[in-house]
T-cell receptor
Framework: DTGVSQDPRHKITKRGQNVTFRCDPISEHNRLYWYRQTLGQGPEFLTYFQNEAQLEKSRLLSDRFSAERPKGSFSTLEIQRTEQGDSAMYLC????????????FGSGTRLTVV | GQNIDQPTEMTATEGAIVQINCTYQTSGFNGLFWYQQHAGEAPTFLSY????GLEEKGRFSSFLSRSKGYSYLLLKELQMKDSASYLC???????????FGSGTRLQVQP
């Protein structure tokens, strides 16, 4: 296992288009997280899955954002009707069961909305 | 909710010691993490504290005082490769997700 994989690495889209990102976590990790990061800021929490269940979702996440983890393995994050303010790095992370395990982050998908 | 406060930027000299402070307010507390993030890369896990005191791991140590809502990351024998952002992330009771501070950008100079 080579770690957390995210695809694509970069995405440029026109305002109003829909985009979908994929995350493949470390296979033994049952917890998966999506974060968004803009320049000079720390990662901002979006949503969290334990296996296939979406257990937590940020109040900052508008209705245009949706995430799935259908079989408890890979996850997708979709943004509908993209806006320029959605431009950011979208980070996926996974962790095993247990309190004191840190996340392993993927390299992220950089989204630019033009 | 959570409030997390870290200095925005710090500068230090190669070979020196630097301490990066973090104060936080959480409604409950269930551990605090430090991450390192090099420019353009993903954050990587550095340390975890859940009890008061100092945790040492090589050149890096992390300290926690739960009663004061305070933590620091201590970097010894600084190297140029330590130039990065350092993110403090306390965890609230009952949550699995971490809330990250804005990070401290450390510049190590020769």
């Amino acid at each position: 296992d080579t770690g957390v994989s995210q695809d694509p690495r970069h995405k440029i889209t026109k305002r109003g288009q829909n985009v979908t990102f994929r995350c493949d976590p470390i296979s033994e990790h049952n917890r998966l997280y999506w974060y968004r990061q803009t320049l000079g800021q720390g990662p901002e929490f979006l949503t969290y899955f334990q296996n296939e269940a979406q257990l937590e979702k940020s109040r900052l996440l508008s209705d245009r954002f949706s995430a799935e983890r259908p079989k408890g393995s890979f996850s997708t994050l979709e943004i509908q009707r993209t806006e320029q303010g959605d431009s950011a790095m979208y980070l996926c992370a996974s962790s095993p069961e247990g309190q004191n395990y840190g996340y392993t982050f993927g390299s992220g998908t950089r989204l630019t909305v033009v | 909710g959570q409030n997390i406060d870290q200095p925005t930027e710090m500068t230090a000299t190669e070979g020196a010691i630097v301490q990066i402070n973090c104060t936080y307010q959480t409604s409950g507390f269930n551990g605090l993490f430090w991450y390192q993030q090099h420019a353009g890369e993903a954050p990587t896990f550095l340390s975890y504290n859940v009890l008061d005191g100092l945790e040492e791991k090589g050149r890096f140590s992390s300290f926690l005082s739960r009663s004061k809502g305070y933590s620091y990351l201590l970097l010894k024998e600084l190297q140029m490769k330590d130039s990065a952002s350092y993110l403090c992330a306390p965890r609230d009771t009952g949550r699995r997700a971490l809330t990250f501070g804005s990070g401290t950008r450390l510049q190590v100079q020769p």
